[in-house]
């Protein structure tokens, strides 16, 4: 069966220091891999996606970046985090090329910037 | 550009009371697929269902049942009889078939079921 990990759980970070939160997927090859943020009271917001190994796509600009270095391993970074990237960041896989496959989320890492 | 709306911010119920969280989506393309997340207080995201736009049937699953109108573009989740353990975040989604499995979340809402 298909596994996902996120970690930290938590993390608090002062501003302006870098950031890096790591995901990865087992027991799947060739997922499309996703990184949402959610604000405290709203519904989620999608950061990046990727379709394969190297290939991201973000949905807004913003203060982060992401990467996948490995086919299952999603990593999302910061060089300096702002007071406004305090929130809830999942991480998320699905089916490749499955139209319609639903989304499976870790755990989440709730970060707060100070 | 999608959008979904989930007006019901937050609902409280009492045990063993029916409760229908409501979900109206937009969007222009003929092709597409709904969902229904929980979020339990943990935080993870459980899927619970999918729809995809040419299948309108009404599906029952337990005390679980969803109500899909392309009419009314609405795409409503009924938890029949509601237990305690049903309290939680409830988010409705829309999924295009051309965009990588990319998900328009609504804003969820919080159902609170008090014993």
């Known amino acids: 069966s298909q596994t996902i990990h996120q970690w930290p759980a938590t993390l608090v970070q002062p501003v302006g220091s870098p950031l890096s939160l790591e995901c990865t997927v087992e027991g799947t090859s060739n997922p499309n891999l996703y990184w949402y943020r959610q604000a405290a009271g709203r519904g989620l917001q999608l950061l990046f996606y990727?379709?394969?190994?190297?290939?991201i796509s973000s949905e807004v600009p913003q203060n982060l970046s992401a990467s996948r270095p490995q086919d299952r391993q999603f990593i999302l970074s910061s060089k300096k985090l702002l007071l406004s990237d305090s929130g809830f960041y999942l991480c998320a896989w699905s089916v490749s090329g499955g139209r319609g496959s639903p989304l499976h989320f870790g755990n989440g890492t709730r970060l707060t910037v100070t | 550009a999608q959008k979904v709306t989930q007006a019901q911010t937050e609902i409280s119920v009492v045990e063993k009371e029916d409760v229908t969280l409501d979900c109206v989506y937009e969007?222009?393309?003929?092709?597409?697929?709904l969902f229904w997340y929980k979020q339990p207080p943990s935080g993870e995201l459980v899927f619970l269902i999918r729809?995809?736009?040419?299948?309108?049937q009404n599906e029952i699953s337990g005390r679980y049942s969803w109500n899909f109108q392309k009419s009314t573009s609405s795409f409503n989740f009924t938890i029949t009889a509601s237990q305690v353990v049903d309290s939680a975040v409830y988010f409705c989604?829309?999924?295009?078939?051309?965009?990588?499995?990319?998900?328009?979340f609504g804003d969820g809402t919080t159902l609170t079921v008090k014993p």
């Open positions: 989604a829309l999924s295009l078939a051309t965009n990588a499995g990319k998900s328009t």
């Open positions: 729809r995809n736009s040419f299948d309108e």
């Open positions: 969007t222009r393309d003929t092709t597409y697929y």
């Open positions: 990727s379709v394969g190994i190297g290939q």
